[in-house]
């Protein structure tokens, strides 16, 4: 799963664009994303320009 660094996140939106299955959805104050709907692309942590994005391993 993808776990969000709230900290680094600006909701700068840029991440909602690219994801292929339309998981992320932004507020004005939060950002969250769809575990469920993931398919594990990695797109968003690509574009990140905070690099608010990492991949999270369940181990
Ligand atoms: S990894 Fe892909 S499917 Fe998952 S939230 Fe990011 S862009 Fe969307
Ligand atoms: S691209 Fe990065 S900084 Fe922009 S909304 Fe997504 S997680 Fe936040």
Same mark, same amino acid.
């Given at each position: *799963?993808?776990?969000? #660094?709230?900290?680094? @996140?600006? !909701? @700068?939106?840029? @991440?909602?664009?690219? +994801?292929?299955? &339309?998981?992320?959805? *932004?507020?004005?104050?939060? !950002? &969250?994303?769809?575990? #469920?709907? +993931?398919? %594990?692309c990695?797109? @968003?942590? %690509?574009?990140?320009? *905070? $690099?608010? !994005?990492? $991949? $999270?391993?369940? #181990?």
């Amino acid at each position: *799963m993808i776990h969000i #660094d709230h900290d680094l @996140c600006d !909701l @700068c939106g840029t @991440c909602v664009g690219v +994801c292929p299955v &339309d998981c992320i959805s *932004m507020s004005d104050t939060t !950002l &969250d994303i769809d575990d #469920d709907t +993931c398919i %594990q692309c990695n797109f @968003c942590i %690509q574009v990140c320009p *905070m $690099e608010a !994005l990492k $991949e $999270e391993t369940n #181990d």
